[in-house]
């Protein structure tokens, strides 16, 4: 049944509570919920979060988020990793009525001094409420900008000091003298009642409220993940094409870990944290694709990494071509000392020669002629790759690929970036997740689905920590602000985002005509306005050639070939966009307010070529003024089109970046170098030829802050 105080649709919850919630180690996020009451009495509401390790933290206070909404909501932060739990606690405020009662009849006249002693009255159970265990030291997260917090750095959670016994009486004592105050009989009610009205009264209610018919929801379950589950800049690529070497008239010789090891400190350099590997497994000779997806491959094509497994080994073996398991650990080592993970692919699927194929033929499906059957997706034909039939033989599989996760663990990797989940149960990966999670909650996976969103949803609920999207196929400024509003707000708290700006598969057709000033925006859109994003290599050099014309892939695709490329010539020439990509990517390690999800906001541009986002963490909370300090804010302005120049005015959504709506403020251009001095309503012009985008910090000069 409904509870005395109706508690309903509390947030963030996931399938009604079936699934946990997703934040990650010092995210802020918002809980909230919808309570009323009958009648006019008032009604308030709080948070009570408690930690991994079952201790409970303190009431965290609700606000109302609109008035007359019903809506009530507080921000937190969680600080540490774990599974977390909340309840929503809602009760009846008498003094809150009280106060407004009070206010309408005392300053006319009506039922003065008898308002006066029913408050009274009031502040003494208030007083008697206060008891030591209320303020005894915390080590649970309070809300941001809560009365009793003091200050703390921008965006993160202020926490309670260690209230002395006198300090605890002391609250008592200031209760106890509103109370008298107001029974001050040979002073005029309105004198008496202003007591009441003060903002240190305030404080202490909100620090001590008088609760009755309390009422509790049931616990809802967060669960709080490593900081690169939400925030990392990735970088894809081949280490087969890093130091090939391709001459007429001789074999191809493919790179190795070793070659490939000597491109860390550049990737390093442009910035990125994650290192992401296609498969690294031995490539069957059956079927094999040559260049450009043919059918007739030459005697030394490589084939297709996602081809997986031959007489060398399969998914728990590498290509001899690049080295042995030695050569990978210290590849692994060599991009941990550069500060940066390696991800390996996870591809179920399987060569014709994969050993797995001759050791478990039931594990495959069988046509009428007898053959296995390969992977179509028509007209689409993969002859070198049979799918698995998790049907036939579920715990066989499931063991298998459990170990063969547990194995790639055991070398270092820490992150799988999974191929094609959504054509395989998703009930197989809810139990492979949880099983991972049991042991090692620092393990991430990411769901590369590009499929509907019933699918893609539902992988983040089931417990995959990042997920492919639409990005790349979002480029008007209406798909702009739709989808990543959608990314950032709607689904939040249990997908999190991945928006890579190209893959091997993927070359949309606004990379290919829209040339340089193309590749810049779009890294300027991923990088900026979601905490994490993807390259695959290629894009700093603004490769843009498709196989043919309406076709997404790539001509003369890495899938199919090696491709070394020079590097250091193309930096030399001016040709190269990592100076770009370096300049995005320390940006974001700079600004604390772009590596959060939920904090995107768009702005107003009287022109369908432009769009404008700010993301903003807070500074510390200021318990005189109660206001947050202006704290880190971005505000980015960028021209779509590729191809033209446009003019625009910015109109600003002010309080989303923390100042009033009258005040000025200066902008500073970390693209151009230029300083500006905005308000509300602002001009600006943009070449993409030249800098597609303002990239603005602001300082708040003259300036109001919220």
């Given at each position: 049944m409904i509870g005395r105080i109706p508690i309903l649709d509390i947030h963030p919850t996931v399938e009604c509570g079936r699934y946990p919630a997703k934040a990650a180690a010092g995210e802020t996020f918002e809980i909230s919920a919808t309570v009323f009451r009958e009648g006019h009495d008032a009604v308030a509401a709080g948070v009570v979060l408690t930690g991994p390790d079952g201790v409970r933290g303190p009431l965290l206070p609700m606000s109302e988020l609109a008035p007359g909404t019903d809506r009530w909501g507080v921000e937190v932060t969680l600080p540490t990793e774990g599974e977390w739990t909340f309840r929503v606690e809602a009760w009846g405020d008498p003094l809150a009525t009280w106060l407004h009662d009070a206010g309408i009849k005392i300053p006319r006249g009506m039922d003065a001094d008898l308002m006066c002693e029913e408050g009274a009255r009031l502040f003494d159970r208030a007083a008697r409420a206060v008891r030591p265990a209320d303020c005894k030291p915390v080590t649970g997260p309070v809300a941001v900008g809560s009365p009793v917090s003091g200050t703390a750095p921008a965006g993160r959670v202020a926490r309670r000091g260690n209230p002395t016994q006198e300090h605890v009486c002391g609250h008592r004592a200031a209760l106890q003298a509103v109370a008298a105050r107001l029974r001050e009989t040979g002073i005029d009610p309105r004198a008496r009642f202003t007591v009441a009205q003060l903002p240190e009264t305030?404080?202490?209610?909100?620090?001590?409220?008088?609760?009755?018919?309390?009422?509790?929801?049931?616990?809802?379950?967060?669960?709080?993940?490593?900081?690169?589950?939400?925030?990392?800049?990735?970088?894809?690529?081949?280490?087969?094409?890093?130091?090939?070497?391709?001459?007429?008239?001789?074999?191809?010789?493919?790179?190795?870990?070793?070659?490939?090891?000597?491109?860390?400190?550049?990737?390093?350099?442009?910035?990125?944290?994650?290192?992401?590997?296609?498969?690294?497994?031995?490539?069957?000779?059956?079927?094999?694709?040559?260049?450009?997806?043919?059918?007739?491959?030459?005697?030394?094509?490589?084939?297709?990494?996602?081809?997986?497994?031959?007489?060398?080994?399969?998914?728990?073996?590498?290509?001899?071509?690049?080295?042995?398991?030695?050569?990978?650990?210290?590849?692994v080592a060599k991009a941990r000392e550069l500060g940066m993970e390696i991800a390996l692919d996870l591809a179920l699927q399987c060569a014709p020669d994969h050993p797995w194929v001759k050791e478990h033929p039931e594990w495959f499906n069988i046509r009428a002629d007898g053959s296995i059957a390969y992977a179509e997706n028509p007209p689409k034909k993969y002859q070198d790759i049979y799918p698995l039939n998790f049907d036939k033989d579920p715990q066989g599989i499931y063991e298998e690929v459990k170990r063969v996760v547990r194995l790639w663990m055991d070398h270092g990797v820490r992150i799988f970036r999974v191929d094609n989940p959504h054509t395989k149960p998703v009930a197989f990966w809810e139990k492979l997740l949880a099983d991972i999670h049991a042991t090692d909650p620092d393990v991430l996976f990411l769901a590369e689905a590009f499929t509907r969103p019933a699918m893609m949803q539902t992988l983040g609920k089931i417990g995959f920590h990042q997920s492919y999207t639409y990005f790349t196929w979002r480029n008007s400024r209406s798909e702009v602000e739709e989808y990543l509003t959608e990314l950032s707000h709607r689904t939040s708290h249990f997908m999190r985002p991945n928006v890579f700006v190209n893959t091997p598969d993927i070359l949309h057709e606004y990379l290919q005509h829209g040339g340089v000033p193309a590749f810049r925006i779009r890294a300027v859109l991923a990088a900026l306005a979601m905490p994490t994003w993807g390259v695959y290599s290629g894009y700093e050099l603004a490769e843009n050639v498709p196989v043919r014309p309406g076709s997404e892939e790539y001509l003369d695709s890495e899938k199919y070939q090696y491709k070394p490329r020079d590097w250091v010539a193309a930096e030399r020439e001016g040709r190269s966009l990592a100076p770009f990509i370096t300049q995005l990517n320390l940006f974001r390690r700079a600004h604390p307010a772009l590596q959060e999800l939920r904090n995107l906001r768009f702005h107003s541009v009287d022109h369908p070529d432009m769009v404008c986002f700010s993301k903003r963490?807070?500074?510390?909370?200021?318990?005189?003024?109660?206001?947050?300090?202006?704290?880190?804010?971005?505000?980015?302005?960028?021209?779509?089109?590729?191809?033209?120049?446009?003019?625009?005015?910015?109109?600003?959504?002010?309080?989303?970046?923390?100042?009033?709506?009258?005040?000025?403020?200066?902008?500073?251009?970390?693209?151009?170098?230029?300083?500006?001095?905005w308000r509300q309503t602002n001009y600006v012009r943009l070449d993409p030829h030249i800098h597609p985008a303002h990239v603005f910090t602001l300082r708040a000069a003259a300036a109001n802050q919220r």
């Open positions: 305030a404080e202490l209610l909100r620090a001590h409220p008088l609760r009755d018919l309390v009422t509790r929801s049931g616990r809802r379950s967060i669960v709080v993940d490593r900081r690169r589950a939400v925030f990392g800049s990735w970088y894809e690529f081949f280490p087969r094409s890093e130091g090939a070497i391709i001459e007429r008239d001789s074999v191809p010789k493919s790179g190795n870990f070793q070659t490939a090891a000597k491109r860390l400190p550049a990737i390093a350099k442009m910035g990125f944290d994650v290192v992401y590997l296609p498969p690294i497994h031995p490539i069957g000779h059956s079927f094999r694709k040559g260049r450009n997806n043919t059918l007739t491959p030459d005697p030394h094509d490589p084939g297709s990494p996602w081809a997986i497994g031959s007489e060398q080994g399969g998914h728990d073996a590498i290509h001899p071509d690049l080295g042995t398991f030695e050569d990978f650990d210290a590849f963490l807070p500074g510390a909370y200021d318990t005189a003024t109660r206001r947050h300090g202006l704290g880190d804010v971005v505000l980015a302005v960028v021209n779509l089109d590729p191809h033209n120049t446009h003019e625009a005015t910015v109109s600003l959504d002010m309080p989303a970046l923390g100042l009033d709506w009258h005040a000025e403020f200066v902008v500073d251009d970390e693209l151009s170098g230029e300083s500006y001095r």
